[in-house]
């Protein structure tokens, strides 16, 4: 990581205790979306931070959620109700959350993360990570997402985004507020500088401060 401002890197293992992921219900085709979730789950049981996700286990969050478990990290799963109560299928999760319905689950895992990490996924991810930029943008949530971007996988999207800034149906503030990285090992540090960030000059100037292609536009640009 390059240019980040002096004292966060140490300051920043204190503000990111929890985070929370955002994926569809399916695993993908990719062998590599996988292996990098597996590495993401890893580092964030190292790092002893406390995941939070939806409960599922044939999905990348469950990969995350399984390597994290076995590394000795703490998962707390927030299911669904009714449907999603069944706890046996989760025996690496240390405690669960149930939560009335779908959308009071997503609350739940919203307030409980100081952080969000969208994974490569389906319309599940999409319509989550839409809704957290739209908070972003009433000034309802300031809690940094950051779209792992796997494989280019995201880039699609990206462009999308970035063309309806251009046409003027997204404020630039909106997106300036998204981290973006390919790299699982650069997830952690770069959410645990913009919340540093954050508190002292808000969100959308942490971007600056972090590595090379952590903007949407930069990792378009890559």
């Known amino acids: 990581m390059t240019g980040v401002i002096p004292n966060l890197r140490d300051r920043s293992r204190d503000s ?13 085709t990719s062998a590599e979306f996988e292996k990098s979730a597996a590495e993401l789950g890893r580092a964030i049981a190292l790092e002893g931070i406390h995941l939070v996700y939806g409960g599922s286990v044939g999905d990348l969050t469950g990969t995350v959620a399984i390597a994290a478990a076995e590394c000795g990290g703490r998962v707390t799963a927030v299911l669904a ?4 109560t069944n706890t046996n299928r989760l025996p690496f999760a240390d405690d669960f959350v149930i939560a009335a319905d779908p959308q009071a689950r997503k609350r739940t895992m919203f307030d409980r993360a100081d952080a969000f990490i969208a994974l490569p996924g389906g319309v599940g991810a999409m319509e989550e990570l839409a809704e957290i930029v739209a908070l972003h943008k009433q000034e309802l949530v300031r809690k940094p997402l950051l779209i792992a971007n796997f494989g280019k996988f995201w880039n699609p999207l990206l462009d999308l985004l970035m063309y309806l800034r251009s046409s003027g149906f997204i404020c630039g503030e909106a997106l300036d507020s998204c981290l973006v990285t390919e790299s699982p090992k650069a997830i952690l540090p770069m959410l645990g500088v913009a919340l540093v960030v954050n508190d002292q000059h808000g969100i959308a100037n942490a971007n600056g401060a972090i590595a090379v292609h952590s903007s949407i536009a930069g990792a378009l640009n890559a």
Not at 16 to 28: E, F, I, K, N, Q
Not at 81 to 84: D, K, L, S, Y
Request: hydrophobic share 25%; aromatic share 6%; with cysteine.
């Open 81 to 84: 109700h009714p449907g999603g």
């Open 16 to 28: 990111l205790r929890t985070v929370c992921l955002l994926c569809g219900g399916y695993p993908g």
